[in-house]
Structure formats: structure tokens, C-alpha cells
Nanobody, 121 residues
């Protein structure tokens, strides 16, 4: 089995910062892209950022310049540094990873359980 476990969410004032982490564990043969999404109440899940195995990054316009995605391939971990947080950033944040399991033939998407981020005004 493969698991993604997020940490680092919480309550922060507007203008503050948080750093989310997501560690993949289990029967992992390889990991391609890793990324972050969020979902606010009543809204669809929104793409935020993605980073490839080689380190290429891509961001949604809504977070570009404020959020930074990074990864540690040795630890199978992806991070999201969030600066200049706004109340509209309040949501449940999910990590995503394209993982090939040991014994598997293809890469498939895995999701973390989500971590709540609340930004107060």
C-alpha cells in the first residue's frame, strides 16, 4: 500500500506564513510529479502547484509569487511554503503524487487526507 500524510496546517493571521509537508510511504518504486490542491467549502478542488521529479515547478495564477513548492526525493516528501496568506486561502489542502508501486506497471494518482488551513482577517 501507499500512503500520503500531510502536516503543517493550522490557523494563521492574514499576512502570515505556513509550511505544509506531505510524505509518501509504503511500497513505492518511483514518484513522478508531486503537487498541491485545495478545496474550500462549497467549491471544487483547485490546483495550486506541481513539481516534477527533476524540479520543474508550475503554479496557479492565484498563488504565483506567494507559494513555493519544493520536494526532497530522498524523503519522498513534497512541501508547500505559503507566504502572504489571505483569508481567501482558507481551505483544506491536499497533496497529490504520481506513484508507481512495487510490482506495478504504471504510475497512478494518490491523494493525502487533507489538512485544514484557516487564515483569519
Amino acid at each position: 500500500q501507499v500512503h500520503l500524510v500531510e502536516s503543517g496546517g493550522g490557523l494563521v493571521q492574514a499576512g502570515g506564513s505556513l509550511r505544509l509537508s506531505c510524505a509518501a510511504s509504503g511500497s513505492i518504486l518511483g514518484i513522478n510529479a508531486m503537487g498541491w490542491y485545495r478545496q474550500a467549502p462549497g467549491e471544487q478542488r483547485e490546483f495550486l502547484a506541481v513539481i516534477t521529479r527533476s524540479g520543474s515547478e508550475n503554479y496557479a495564477d492565484s498563488v504565483k509569487g506567494r507559494f513555493t513548492v519544493s520536494r526532497d526525493n530522498a524523503k519522498n516528501t513534497v512541501y508547500l511554503q505559503m507566504n502572504s496568506l489571505k483569508p481567501e486561502d482558507t481551505a483544506v489542502y491536499y497533496c497529490n503524487a504520481q506513484i508507481r508501486r512495487i510490482g506495478g506497471m504504471t504510475y497512478r494518482d494518490y491523494w493525502g487526507q487533507g489538512t485544514q488551513v484557516t487564515v483569519s482577517s
